[in-house]
């Protein structure tokens, strides 16, 4: 069943802001940024995002939903900053991503593009999930930054960690990843012949009435700016009334991502026009007080007991 489009641009919007309301965790990009290239250098990904809502009682069937998905990282310049009570190199990087229908082109309509710019210590970025005394390397910390919503004004953004999940890609952070091959592979990406390691990771959140479970495969590739070459991602969520036991889990929806580099250039330059200082900010209408509810649903405060992560 298709969508009209202006229904379609709504729930794509609500898709990669609010889905899984209420579970998710705290920013990362440890999905995307594993090392840092050459300043200048940029790499765009390209995929795929299906998604089928399950209506087992609905006369029409099942509702499939399709979007092409453009991702684009890059290192737009270098400049010291203050750090941890020190003066360090640090690098911008802005990464832009584009969701939307075929149509013509690419058209991600008022909300399907997002663009965030940030200045990050370049010795965060270490490229493994765990440091050197063991803690989970869960988030990218930044200096400052600046992000631009759809067809929303540009906004600082507060506080010090770069949230890429689920406002930039649906791959989340994973608390251990398994590496599937010791002596690497070659993906078969667009982009070229590279050489990759892969590595699987689930995660399951779950609430009184849902659950969440999310499994992704990447490929990690020192031939590949930033080092990530291609990833697959699979999101199913479950549903139950609150008194229900566990065993009255029901499949909701499932949604399938893939995406793999298409190209690398050398002559990145930014996209995002930073507002000059003293200017006020305007209102951010996709950072309310509030979550953000998948399309349809009521808005409510994020829940604050109840979660687990298995």
């Not at 229900?244 to 250039?265: G, K, L, P, Q």
Request: proline residues 8%.
């Amino acid at each position: 069943m298709r969508l009209p489009r202006l229904f379609a641009f709504l729930f794509v919007g609500c898709l990669f802001a609010g889905f899984g309301a209420g579970m998710i965790s705290q920013g990362q990009a440890q999905g995307l940024i594993w090392s840092l290239p050459a300043d200048g250098t940029q790499v765009r990904f390209e995929g795929t995002v299906r998604q089928v809502i399950y209506r087992p009682q609905n006369l029409n069937g099942d509702l499939e939903l399709e979007w092409i998905r453009h991702l684009t990282i890059k290192s737009v310049g270098r400049e010291s900053a203050e750090y941890d009570g020190r003066e360090v190199s640090c690098r911008w990087i802005e990464i832009k991503a584009t969701t939307g229908t075929s149509a013509g082109g690419l058209v991600p309509g008022p909300v399907g593009e997002r663009i965030y710019k940030v200045l990050i210590p370049e010795e965060s970025v270490i490229g493994v999930t765990h440091d050197d005394k063991n803690i989970p390397v869960s988030f990218l910390p930044i200096v400052k930054g600046y992000k631009k919503i759809g067809e929303a004004p540009t906004m600082e953004i507060q506080g010090n960690l770069l949230q890429v999940y689920p406002l930039l890609t649906m791959l989340p952070h994973y608390r251990t990843l398994e590496q599937a091959n010791a002596l690497g592979e070659d993906p078969g990406i667009r982009l070229g012949p590279v050489t990759a390691k892969q590595l699987r990771g689930q995660k399951v959140m779950e609430s009184r009435s849902s659950r969440s479970t999310s499994e992704s495969q990447l490929w990690l590739s020192d031939d590949v700016p930033f080092g990530i070459a291609k990833w697959t991602i699979r999101q199913s969520r479950e549903k139950k009334g609150n008194s229900e036991t566990r065993d009255n889990f029901s499949i909701y929806s499932a949604t399938n991502v893939e995406m793999e580099a298409h190209e690398v250039t050398n002559d990145a330059q930014s996209e995002l026009v930073i507002p000059m200082a003293g200017q006020p900010q305007p209102f951010d209408p996709n950072n309310p007080p509030t979550t953000t509810p998948p399309f349809g649903q009521p808005t409510t405060n994020p829940p604050t007991s109840g979660l687990t992560t298995p």
